[in-house]
Every structure is written in C-alpha cells, then in structure tokens.
C-alpha cells in the first residue's frame, strides 16, 4: 500500500478516514482527519480506496482534504435504505462482495465513495448482515427479529439505566421525594438489588444504575426507599427475603367468615364428652387473644385429675380446605417484639377456635389420674366440650398461686412431674427469656421473664405431659404421627442443682438435633420414652397435624398415612427454619436498637471463649453473644465476669463494639 493512499479504519466503533503517510513491514503510520498520526499494522484497515492524495500539499490541508471525503462519504451512506437492501438479497443466502453491494444500493458507476459509504453503513447497522473483510451475507428473517428484539431490549435498558441514574440523583437532592407510578418498575429493582444481591433478577442492571447515580451501593438502596416512604427506618427486610405476608387473601378471609356463619349451627360431631362442669383456666401472656390450651384439675382418691384441654380446630378447618391450604403455607404463627403473623385468620385464631372465657368449645381433652407423687397412674384422650371459667395472666397466676388451692395443687404436680423426667435424665436448661416489646410509637422494653416463675414452669409441664401422653396414646394405638426425639447430649455439663449461666449457656452448644420422624423414638432432653406436639394447633401446622391423627383415631375424620406425614415433615421444613430466623434476628435487632441509645453505658459481661483475636462474650441483661477484643487488658478465661462499655451500636448493620471499663 502505496504512500498517499486513503483508508480507513475503526476506532471506538467509528470508521476514521486516513492517509498512509508510510507502510514498512505491513505496518502503516497515518494521518487521520482528526489531524493524529496513528500506527496500525494493514490487517486493521477496515477499507483502502483507490483515491491518493499528494503528501507534498502539507499537513493542514490533508486533513482538510480527508474531513471532505469523510462528509463526503457520510452522505453517501445516509442514502442507503439497509432493510431494503436485505429484503432484495436475503432469499439468496449467499456471500455478496463489497462492489456487488455498492452497485445494488448507488447503480453500476460507483467510486471508492461508494464502497466506504456500504461499509459504514453495514459497520453501524448489524442487524441485516454479517459482515467479513469486504463480503457481507444476509441474515435470515428469524436471525433478525431475534437481533432486533435483543437490540430494543438493550436500548430499553440502556434508558432505564439513564434515567433511573438520573432519578435517583434528582431524589437523593431534594428533601421529600416519594415514589411515583412511573418509577415503580425502578423501585422493584432497587428493592430486589438490596434485598437479594447477586442472587436478584435484577442485580446487573441495578449495579449499573446505582454506579451511574453515584449511590452507595452498600446501604444507598436502603435509604432511597426509606426516603421514598417504600420501607420504614425500622423496615424489617427478612419478611421481604422471605416472601412472608401478613394478609390473608380474600378467598382466604371469605371462607374463615362462611365458616363462623356456619358455627352458628355446629356440624354433628358424636361421641364427645361434657366437661364443661370442670372448673377450667388458662395462663397466658398479658396480650395473647388466641387461646389454645387450658387446665383442669380435680381431686381423685389420693391423688388428682388433671385435665390438659386443647382446642378442635381440625372439626373446623377441614384437611385440604383452602384454610388449612393457607396454613400449611405458613407453617406457624411468627412472634416477633414489633409485629405478629397468624398462621389461621384472625377470626379463627381470635374467635372462633380460641378458648374463650365463658364460651363453650370444642376440644380434644387429655384427662391424666396422677397419685400423689404425679405418677400418672391412668390416662385417656377424649374429645370433649369445655368451658373456661377463668382467664389468667402469667403475673396474676403468680400472685394467686399460694392462695388459690387449684393453682397450688397445678403447680406442686408440675414440680414432680419434672423431677421425675429429671430423674429419667432430663437435660433442664435454665436461662432467662428475654421479652422485647415494641409499642406503637417505636418505644422500645427490654425484660428478663424467668421461666422458672410458677405460672410460667406450671405451665411449661402440663403441656409437656399433654404431648407426651399424646404420642404415648398414639404410639400404643398404632397411629403413626410427627413424633420428635433426641439422642443424649454430646457432653452433659449440667449436673444436679441446675448449672451456672456459663454452663447452661454453653451446654446448648452439646445438644443433639430434634428428629421428626412418623416411628416413635426417646427424647432424652426431656426425659420421655415419647414425644411429638399437640397443644398449639391454633399456632403451629405439626401441631394441628397431631390432632387430626388423634382425631382419625375417634372416627372422626381420615388420619393421615405415613407417607403423607413424611411429605408433611420435608415441607415444612424450609419455612419452618426461616420463621426461626425471622424470630431471632428480629429479636436482635430490637435489642441492638435499645442498645444504640446506651452507647456509653456499663454493662456485666460472661466471658464464654477465647479465639485468635477476640474473646466471645455473653451479656447477660441481653441474653446476646458479641465480641471483645483480646487487647482489653488482663488475660481472660471462660466463666470469667467483667465490666464492659458500650462503645458503638448500629442495629441496621447488626454490629456491637463493646470495651472493656
């Protein structure tokens, strides 16, 4: 290639007009129409003309010389109609020269012009044609309307891109900004960016926006739509992950409503048995509205008859009904120190299935003979009709329990009931229960409850002996159901007298995993030669399902097969886990919200182990594991107790800095 020549080449995908100024070994040194000189080696000249221009006539008027054939040749290429050319040659199917084409689109005299204007043309535009050196082929209509689709794809995302960068700067500027109809397809993505990161649909197209914005891509997403009044400072995001709602749907809510109408007139249940004589209780939390279980308890010769009554909300929500489809879905009620999710509409859970104080109900007795030391000498399991005559907090059982003989007799069974699953290796952890409450103006209440109390540890028994009765009668009847068992701790470090906090803390580390399964096994963590759950069908599914198995045996609806408790177990078990999740960082989360307004504040702190750069302690006002550094000052050891200060709390990014005072 000859010196004086024009060429061209592509350069950030636009095709440069040039004039070899030398060519040695294939490599060609250039002046471009920009006034640059350029070096390429001939393989990246995109097209040589047969037109020179005379070096000699200086560099400012080359340049000149090469902007005019440029223009020149841009107006040539704005005259080809690209898709009409493809409609002319595409049935063909064949590699067409670089002339060919030139002399299809301008006619038969065509210049050096006119196969630079084809090439820009066919460069810019690859919709129609594949494109190889100087030859070009048609690609076939579905190849097309596949580009052209991709291609509007990209110019669509390309403006959402644009203007959702553009959005965002204009929100994060002004001082109130909430989202309109037009951007919530941009606030789903920013949503579902945060939310699921890498693993959202939306995660490369949200990285470009929020790059484009300027906004931090860590927690700018999280502040943009809290600003945008999409989520709350406080929004907790794992109901989000989880895709768990508090809403029934309406199909939901109109068949709860046609069930209440229809209890209005109960459906024939036979066989059931009158104890609303007995004087009956429950014991719940101050705020609780669904009430599932109550207490009997009458003398009988030496001993008593301690009635554990459960409610029958399987003789309403029938299996398989789109209720109990509902329930199932969500696995148990989530109780969380801001909020509260039902598993069943409130107008079961609240009404018609709870125990209501003075309403006579349907429920499924388990009526225990004890004798004096709470052996239970004799038990059966009936479904009955109760009525509860008394409606007790936790506080006020408390207070009553040394005045009321009824109380006090619950209560002394309860303690040797438990020594006696002590005395069969019972593996009792006692540690404090933290209650977070959360009113409505975000003001936040952080108590120990001791669970130890007598209302509390009453309680905790009879619905232990309940369940084991359950699965005992079920066991001794053939009736497969959801029995739980556990093997024996790894390391037992409890021993009689109860343990100090650091062992009854650290031991829950030696526990063995809970096991459902349809063939009954011991539980050694309660002592029990059986076990499954039964007394919170109004708040969790495995316990609505162990009432159906003891309902199948009373003839009064079809039990469950093994196989259909199987599929039961392995369903629930992604949703059960994520509502201990929900339950648990929600928890954290609130205390770590209390704590942000203490930063300063001494606190006790358990030592329980040494790592490589921190100690692990626990605070036992709090009940939470966190991090000390090694650096505080003399060497600590597990079980050591120290003082330490709150230095910083950010609940948001769940991080705790303590020191040591």
Known sequence: MKPGTIVEYIDSKEMVCAVVLENKKQKVRMLTEHDREVSHGENRLAHSSDQTLDLSMGRDALVERLQVVAETRRKLQNQIDIQELWEVVHAEAAWIDLKSMAELCFGA????????????????????????????????????ARMAAQTAQEAKKAHIIAEGSRWIRQVMESKHAPASADQEALVEILRSFYLFRKNSPHYKIGKEIIACSGLDPKEGPFHLLVKL????????????????????????????ERLIREAIKPRPDAGRRDLTHLSMLTIDGQGTLDFDDA????????????????????????????????????????????????????????????????????????????DVSANVVAYEIVPSIIRVKQQLTYYNANLLVQEDPELGAI???????????????????????????????????????????????????????????????????????????????????IQEGGGTLYENWTQRRFLSRVVLDPDPQTHAGLGLDAYLTLTSPLRKYFDLVTQRQLRGLFGLERSYSEEELRFI????????????????????????RYLEHLVGHKEE????????????????????????????????????????KIERVNARADTLTLARS
Request: charged letters at 25%; glycine letters at 4%.
């Open 109 to 144: 005299k065509i210049s050096s012009d006119h196969t630079s204007a084809v090439a820009r043309a066919l460069f810019e535009d690859r919709l129609y044609f594949k494109f190889d050196t100087d030859r070009f082929f048609p690609n076939s209509p579905e190849q097309v």
């Open 569 to 592: 177990i392995q369903a629930l078990e992604e949703p059960m886990s994520y509502i201990t999740v929900l339950q648990q960082e929600r928890t954290r989360y609130w205390i770590l």
């Open 605 to 644: 702190a358990l030592v329980l182990d040494k790592r490589r750069q921190r100690y692990i302690v626990l605070l036992p006002s709090y009940m939470i594991e966190c991090s000390l550094p090694l650096n505080s000052g003399a060497d600590l050891k597990p079980q050591d107790t120290i003082e330490v």
């Open 229 to 256: 009044g999409v989520w709350s400072e406080d929004e907790n995001l794992n109901l989000h992950r989880f895709g768990v709602s508090h809403s029934f749907s309406s199909a939901v809510m109109k068949a709860s």
């Open 295 to 370: 207490i009997s308890i009458e003398p009988k010769g030496d001993g008593h008859r301690l009635g554990i009554h459960i409610t029958d909300v399987s003789h309403f929500v029938e299996k398989g009904s789109l209720v109990d489809q509902e329930a199932f879905s969500r696995a148990s009620s989530i109780y969380m120190p801001d909020d509260r999710i039902p598993m069943l509409p409130p107008t079961l859970a609240e009404d018609l299935c709870s125990l209501k104080e003075g309403q006579d109900r349907f429920a499924i007795s388990i009526m225990a003979d004890l």
């Open 411 to 493: 209560y002394e069974l309860a303690q040797k009931f438990r020594n006696i699953r002590l005395k069969n290796g019972a593996l009792q952890l006692i540690l404090p229960e933290i209650s977070v409450w959360v009113d409505n103006d975000a003001e936040i209440s952080v108590t120990q409850i001791n669970r130890e109390s007598p209302s509390r540890m009453m309680v905790s028994e009879c619905m232990i002996m309940a369940n084991w009765l359950a699965a005992r009668f079920l066991r001794d009847h053939g009736q497969p159901a959801i029995y739980r068992s556990q093997q024996p701790p790894r390391e037992r470090l």
